[in-house]
């Protein structure tokens, strides 16, 4: 561990100086006379900056963060600007050196008294991972009962960021007792296996549309019966009973309710007669197929209206549809299931999922549109002259809740093998002839398994009062038992992170790479292994880094990850404007293909060590049909998005064109080069732009169509506390200008006019087009260094002449992402030195994971 006497005296003066109390070094003063005075002097003061008068004291951190600034201005060669004069090299690198010594000595010897990070508590997310691991119940829903974490140089993992309020603490004791009482048995013998068919024709959800109402007085808006293929006009006319019922058993197999438009208001069809009974384990297998429903007939003196579909002519499907299934709790809290595709030929899908209990079913044709009020009758957009397509559903077989064992793992680990007996009032009751004892017992060994390091002699003596106060004030066992557990798990021990200053222990060693590669505490086999102290020998750690990598669970940390460093979790933050993007409007399916795209776009780059250059150009996509379409390749087939070789022209390819990426860049009636190219600069570069000058107002767009924003623009930079920034937010953003709000590509603006003439078009709301297609799409520009470009594809060419920034921006969001700090001014060699090491594969993305974890930025505090 360093301390201030490893550090040479005259150095230590600098690095602990108050503020004012040091003047610059000799030649530090000298090289600022020479070359930077005459701009930043008490006279000329630009940027609001003397460096003549500058006090140099590293040991205060507003004057340590200024000077990194002066050291890296001139590093980059912006200072002294291009107008003047250059220093000589030599002097440019003793300048560099006398400034960054004293700045990295003052940081590590902060280090050696309280580390790099921040001591923390657990975030949400983190905290909903350990207590469902913990419990054995991945079904869990206990983030919802905290508030939102705070953020801190973008990512929930820092400690200045996770405040610990009363409120928090009354919100722990909330969600710790939900979740305890969530995994106790509610019965004494083992529930019997169980599987259950729930026929379309029964439920109400279904069926009640069939007849007409106030709000659905349109076949759209209709769903119908259909045999086989054949359709029933009696039963919609409700001249024969919906389902033939358990009477006849091999007609009832055939019948199912057909719908031609998305599941949404007024139509939302559920199998309402499923309410999960417990939360945990289910298979669901839907028995459904694609049709093709008749085009409406012609009635006489009045216009053909072919596009509104005849629900008595039904034949086979003419092609697959994607189904989304949902669960929901009204009034309408979904939670995507999962995705598949029907055929024309009836068939049965399977899905493995976790349900929460009061959950119903809710299936989505995907695909479909979903019918909107507005200036005129609606209009499906998938309606052709010969009909349009359909799809029925038959049944939905539940299978579950499944255990595995009983009483349940979860229920195991809080009250081991006590028996259990029914209560009076309903529920079980847990039998303990010894409560005192068996409150000790079980109390140590759900600590052992709570806390992510050894239990120390009086610790269960902490929380055996919570128990004895219950039982003493009469209450029953399973209360005090869980008032008890429910302390634990908001003990400090518990939502804490142990760590201190200097190299971290082989528990705080476990846990932080469980949090960066799990988002969850450690695992029986990381926990074993710093048990034995061996966690931190190199090649453990790798083996173990390599282990958590290939498990299902790294997806906490691919998802997590890009939630923060790219925004994903604000993709559903914004909705396309209804009548600028009506063909995007209310379409889920394209929104969640597109963050499962990023997703899988990086998990792929991770799975295959794929070079980091690829975050900004790659070869390929993960693509479904959805996303082909939308981005106007060659079509591919289904739901299931997989990875697709690009065309050698082709935009797409990298983060930068990626659809959930320009969504999240966007407000959804406008995009901003601005916004985009700042986006770019701090997420894929490392190089954030300073904040705007005070009272600076925002360009905003023009929907009218008048002016593009690139104009508007151009009289922005002429301001020149503009300009110096702009030159290099701008370029990025012009060259995205081509991808409008959810990604689909453009050479012309939308606009909104009473005089233009409207694009012809349905929205997916049935709607026609009210916007009309204005000033054309200019996609060029320059870089800082005048390289111009004409397109997106020639500016990612520019981008990657040089590939280090782009590696080691990821290098630093990986660094603060699992370290809980971010790379501070002294972390800088130890990243370069990361780079050199894995520039071989060039800057391969599993590879970088790596060496962040062998490091010694993520193996100390």
């Not at 300073?690 to 023009?702: G, H, L, R």
């Not at 012809?760 to 087009?769: A, V």
Request: charged residues 25%; hydrophobic residues 40%; proline residues 9%.
């Amino acid at each position: 561990m360093r301390t201030h006497a490893a550090i040479p005296g005259a150095l230590l003066a600098l690095v602990v100086a108050p503020a004012g109390a040091a003047t610059p070094p000799a030649a530090l003063g000298s090289f600022i006379e020479r070359h930077c005075a005459g701009c930043h002097d008490d006279i000329e003061k630009k940027g609001n900056l003397d460096l003549t008068s500058l006090a140099f004291a590293p040991g205060d951190p507003k004057n340590f963060d200024l000077w990194v600034k002066v050291h890296d201005r001139v590093a980059t060669g912006e200072m002294p600007p291009k107008s003047k004069a250059r220093p000589a090299a030599a002097d440019v690198k003793a300048f560099l050196g006398e400034v960054a010594q004293p700045l990295t000595a003052a940081e590590r010897a902060r280090d050696a008294t309280e580390g790099r990070a921040t001591r923390r508590r657990l975030n949400r997310h983190e905290y909903e991972n350990a207590v469902r691991d913990l419990l054995q119940a991945p079904w869990l829903q206990v983030k919802e009962w905290l508030p939102e974490d705070g953020e801190a140089h973008r990512f929930n993992k820092l400690g200045e960021a996770l405040d610990v309020s009363h409120v928090q603490m009354a919100r722990y004791l909330g969600a710790a007792e939900y979740a305890l009482r969530e995994v106790v048995a509610h019965q004494v013998a083992r529930p019997e296996p169980k599987t259950v068919r729930y026929y379309a024709r029964e439920q109400r959800s279904f069926v009640g549309p069939m007849k007409f109402s106030v709000f659905n007085t349109a076949p759209e808006r209709a769903t119908f019966p259909v045999l086989d293929r054949t359709a029933q006009p009696d039963v919609r006319a409700g001249k024969a009973p919906a389902t033939v019922g358990a009477r006849d058993p091999a007609t009832r197999e055939l019948e199912g309710v057909g719908l031609v438009a998305s599941t949404y208001e007024p139509l939302e069809p559920k199998f309402n007669q499923f309410k999960a009974p417990h939360g945990g384990r289910y298979r669901l297998r839907f028995h459904a197929y694609s049709v093709w429903v008749g085009p409406g007939k012609p009635v006489p003196g009045k216009p053909d209206r072919w596009w509104i579909p005849d629900l008595d002519d039904i034949s086979a499907g003419r092609r697959d549809e994607p189904i989304t299934i949902y669960s929901e709790i009204p009034p309408r809290q979904l939670r995507r299931l999962g995705a598949f595709d029907v055929t024309p030929e009836p068939s049965v899908q399977e899905l493995d999922v976790w349900l929460l209990p009061g959950e119903t079913i809710r299936p989505d044709a995907a695909r479909f549109f979903r019918s909107r009020p507005g200036a005129g009758r609606w209009q499906n957009p998938l309606a052709e002259k010969e009909g349009q397509p359909g799809v029925v559903f038959r049944w939905l077989e539940v299978e579950g809740p499944i255990f595995v064992q009983w009483p349940t793992a979860g229920h195991r680990l809080l009250f081991g093998d006590l028996p259990l007996r029914a209560a009076a009032g309903g529920g079980v009751e847990v039998i303990s002839d010894h409560p005192r004892e068996d409150a000790a017992r079980l109390l140590e060994g759900f600590l052992r398994r709570a806390y992510r390091r050894p239990v120390a002699a009086g610790e269960v003596a902490r929380f055996l009062p919570v128990v004895q106060h219950t039982l003493a004030a009469g209450g029953a066992f399973v209360d005090a038992m869980i008032a008890g557990y429910t302390a634990v798990l908001c003990s400090p021990e518990f939502i804490g992170l142990e760590e201190r200053p200097g190299p971290l222990g082989d528990h705080a060693l476990a846990t932080r790479l469980a949090l960066f590669l799990w988002n969850t505490a450690p695992d029986a086999a990381l926990r074993a292994l710093a048990d034995q102290a061996k966690l931190r020998r190199p090649e453990v750690l790798r083996a173990e880094t390599e282990r958590l990598l290939q498990d299902p669970r790294s997806r906490r940390f691919t998802d997590a990850f890009l939630d923060y460093w790219l925004d994903l979790r604000k993709v559903g933050g914004t909705a396309p404007d209804e009548n600028l993007y009506p063909d995007y409007y209310l379409d889920d399916l394209l929104t969640e293909s597109a963050l499962e795209e990023t997703q899988q776009f990086f998990r792929e780059l991770l799975r295959a060590d794929l070079p980091a250059r690829h975050l900004v150009a790659s070869d390929f996509a993960m693509l479904n049909e959805k996303l082909a379409q939308h981005y106007g390749l060659p079509p591919v087939s289904g739901v299931a998005l997989r990875k697709v070789p690009l065309p050698a022209d082709s935009v797409r390819g990298g983060l930068l064109t990626q659809a959930a990426v320009l969504k999240v860049t966007a407000n959804g009636t406008t995009t901003s080069p601005v916004l985009r190219g700042v986006w770019i600069m701090e997420r894929l570069l490392g190089d954030p732009p300073p904040k705007p000058p005070p009272n600076t107002p925002a360009v905003e767009p023009d929907i009218r169509g008048a002016a593009t924003i690139r104009q508007q623009l151009d009289k922005h930079r002429s301001v020149d506390s503009c300009a110096s920034c702009h030159v290099k937010i701008d370029p990025p953003g012009f060259a995205l200008e081509s991808f409008d709000v959810m990604g689909g590509f453009r050479d012309r603006y939308r606009a909104m006019g009473e005089t233009a003439k409207a694009a012809p078009g349905l929205g997916r709301g049935g709607q026609k087009f009210a916007f009309h297609y204005a000033l054309p799409v200019d996609c060029t520009g320059e870089m800082p260094d005048g390289r111009p470009f004409t397109d997106i594809r020639e500016f990612k060419r520019l981008l990657l002449a040089d590939e280090v920034p782009v590696a080691r921006n990821l290098v630093q969001q990986l660094v603060t992402y699992a370290t809980g700090a971010p790379v501070r001014f002294s972390d800088r060699p130890a990243v370069e030195a990361m780079l050199a090491r894995t520039r071989a594969s060039g800057w391969g993305v599993r590879s970088l994971v790596h060496e962040v974890v062998q490091s010694e930025l993520f193996r100390r505090k």
